[in-house]
């Protein structure tokens, strides 16, 4: 995806947030330009998914694409029952990956190694995720869609996996869509068409392009003035905020502890991320626009 937007934006700089399988579909956030920058901000936001299990079946890659390596009969599940195992996998776990997966251990993919047969080996760790929802929406024997609301890093292949253990029967991960990635919801979302479509018709920025302080909405902001605006450029810290330079501060009030902060110039355009490091702030990124 992202190789085939650099072509059709002759942009270089061009970074996804978030790896999709092949075998999923739904938001994948795609950063251009000076929004590359901002993409580990992205990348950690919380992700929703509707995913569809299949109970009975295991496979090697805990999806539709794998090889089956277990099959059970699935018992006659009523939903009070299926929820008794649900309600195990919600809040904080810990979650294996799948060794299908782009995860590095000593510089190399787990899916390399899983295709090269030499996982056995490797000392795989449960990662710490957290499921802040997991809902059914649909069950009827043997498919079960799943409403699940998660913490980057959250591998639905794995949880699928382990729900389908616990049940006893097995389970994969029949089909996957990413409803939302951090403030990105589907409806929002463009093929690559419709992408090519703008660019040409010279509407890119405006039918396509977000701005990109569109990933740090639920940061502060800091409005400075001009004196402030040329310190910061230079990669000056800032003493803490003060009503000399800060032109919002009833804004910041209400913050809280957050050490993060994004700055704009008296003319509303964005400027730099700050971070608070002891009793100043620093300018972690400065932009350029």
Same mark, same amino acid.
């Given at each position: /995806? ?6 059709? !934006? ?5 970074g996804? %947030? ?12 795609? =950063?251009?330009? +000076? ?18 299990? &299949? ?21 006659d ?9 649900l ?6 776990? #810990? ?12 510089? +190399?993919?787990?899916?390399? %190694?899983?295709?090269? &047969? ?5 000392? !795989? ?12 929406? *649909?069950w009827h ?9 998660? $913490?980057? #890093?959250?591998?639905?292949? $794995?949880?699928?996996?382990?729900? #389908?253990?616990?049940?006893? =029967? #097995? ?10 990635s951090?403030?990105?919801?589907? $409806? ?16 890119? *920025? ?5 701005? !990109? ?5 639920d ?14 450029? +230079? ?34 355009? !964005?400027? %730099?991320? /700050?971070?608070?490091? &002891? ?11």
């Amino acid at each position: /995806m992202v190789a085939r937007v650099r072509r059709i !934006l002759r942009e270089k700089r061009v970074g996804h %947030a978030g790896t999709l399988d092949p075998a999923a579909e739904g938001v994948l956030p795609v =950063c251009v330009g +000076q929004a590359t920058r901002v993409v580990e901000y992205l990348s950690d936001a919380h992700k929703v998914y509707c995913a569809l299990l &299949g109970l009975g079946l295991t496979t090697d890659t805990y999806d539709r694409e794998g090889v089956v390596t277990a099959k059970k009969p699935v018992p006659d599940f009523t939903p009070e029952a299926l929820e008794v195992v649900l309600a195990r996998f919600r809040g904080k776990i #810990g979650q294996l990956p799948p060794v299908y997966s782009a995860i590095k251990i000593a510089g +190399q993919p787990l899916y390399k %190694a899983a295709r090269a &047969g030499t996982t056995a080996g490797l000392d !795989l760790q449960p990662r710490p995720v957290e499921i802040f929802k997991l809902e059914i929406t *649909e069950w009827h024997s043997p498919w079960l869609k799943l409403w699940v609301e998660c $913490s980057k #890093g959250t591998y639905i292949r $794995s949880l699928a996996y382990d729900i #389908g253990e616990s049940l006893g =029967c #097995g389970a994969f991960m029949a089909g996957l869509v990413r409803v939302q990635s951090g403030p990105f919801h589907l $409806s929002q979302a463009h093929r690559l068409e419709e992408v090519e479509a703008a660019y040409q018709a010279g509407r890119l *920025e405006l039918d396509i392009l977000q701005p !990109l302080d569109a990933v740090l909405a639920d940061w502060p902001a800091w409005v400075v003035d001009q004196a402030t605006a040329e310190k910061i450029r +230079q990669g000056r810290n800032l003493a803490p905020a003060g009503p000399e330079w800060l032109l919002n501060a009833q804004f910041d009030a209400t913050a809280g502890a957050l050490p993060l902060r994004r700055v704009y110039t008296d003319q509303g355009q !964005l400027l %730099a991320l /700050m971070e608070q490091q &002891g009793q100043e702030w620093h300018p972690v990124k400065v932009f350029n626009f």
